[in-house]
């Protein structure tokens, strides 16, 4: 069997790489396949080697083990690791690996049936989409892959693992990268292929070989979209009949071998819902998607500001939201629109943007975005939601879907996302940042808090300025924090003071 090292994809984006190797234990406690698959193998992200460890005072750059544990486990978990975004439950957490480990704090060990219950849905969710979870006994790294809208989430880390003594440990430090689909699947499904080909040889009677061998076939064959489409969201097998005929038009992805390479946008919303989500909401947002197609588009004044290299805002979502909607107040003259306060209403206008209002069972959709070149560019607040009951949290909503509109296109020329939590958490971050500053830019702000009659640190000072700003008192309190004008002693007594009011409020009535 050739031992030399093969590689797929490349290390400065995505590397998977592989080489087999005589069994040290010469098929002692392993199955034919186990043993006869023995070697070693490195993942790389960004030009960093994902398996890089220390043991025992020396540096390790590949991990040594059965290959077939890894090999099946993408087979078995191959739709999921690249079609499913949602995690089992609505998680604010960056990305895959982080929402897991706050899963172990919250649910796992607790016997109460309803916790318990979900500590089995994210095990479950685990086991699809972390690689330990396929180790059976081999110092695995810390990694998990996910979709993300049409990107490829790897997320990393150096937790521990269990039954290992400190002597062994990664040496890459936690992160994450957003990769196109294709130069994830691509490298992975190729380097799967061939480690299966250069086992046939020896393996091609063993029953576990045959087996690994059919499941990469079936990755290959032709009638997997429905299946991939219900990976990433659970709304469209709940379709009937006739909503899923007047939608097909706008739901057909973008496929290549093995995998869906650009979702579209109606599928990239359903994703964005909750799995849950009534046939009576679909049938609501559904004709509203169809009817702003075919309306228009863009407009002369509004496409010059859409984002031509929209990027993931995977590191620092709250200060890319910031720039942005700095960016955009600098570039339309903010005189025209920040008189006394940030009239979104009156952007949205001269931008030739729609909004309009909804009724939703689910009162946990806070907004719709549609915008796209045959797309009349849409925002859609759904009244049910609580923030929205009152104008400054109509027009917060306005401008977190204004930033959708702006700068999540990604890879299509399309956007359609429903803002809730269901909603990949880095871009509704994103969203919220851009909107608050966008509302609360410095040069309204600056000018306001100098003629405030009393403190800003106050309860007084800070419903006088959300007052005049037209904006929610908890959201200035934490823009205020974000800019430095309050600390983190101020913020909590102001928070503790408004929910004491907020209370007293309440008895009283």
Known sequence: MNTEWRTFGHRNDFAFEYRFQPDPDAGKAATALESGSWGDFRFWVKGRNLCQHHHKGEMGHEISWYLSPLLNWLSENWNPLFHEECFPLPCDKRNARIGYMDSLRRYMGDTDPVVEARGEAWFGWWQRHALR?????GLFPDLF????VDFSEISWGNFPVEGVGND???????????LPIELVATPLLTGLQDAVFLLKKEMEKDEEWQLLAKMVTTILADGQLDARLKCYT????S???????SIQNFIKPIEEIGFIRRLSPAVAMFGSLAPEISTKDLEILIPSYIHAHGKGGDSDR????????PEFPANDPFNSGYDAALDLLETVQAADFTHEYTDIEKICAFFNITIDKVVLSDNAIRGIAFAGHSVTPTILLNTAHPKNLQDEGRRFSIGHELCHILHDRFFGSEVAIASGPWAPANIEKRANAFSAMLLMPLDLINPL????????????????LAKQLRVGRRALVWHLYNLSKLDEAQRLNLEQTMRASEEGLQRHE
């Open 168 to 178: 062994f440990y990664f040496t890459i430090p936690q992160g994450d990268a957003y």
């Open 145 to 148: 892959f996910r979709r993300m």
């Open 133 to 137: 979870s396929c180790r059976r006994g």
């Open 302 to 309: 509004l496409r010059p500001f859409i984002s031509t290299t």
């Open 234 to 237: 659970k709304a469209i097998s």
């Open 239 to 245: 379709l009937d009949g006739t909503v899923l005929s």
């Open 449 to 464: 808090i100098r003629s405030l009659p009393c403190p800003l640190d106050t309860l007084d000072g800070i419903h006088s």
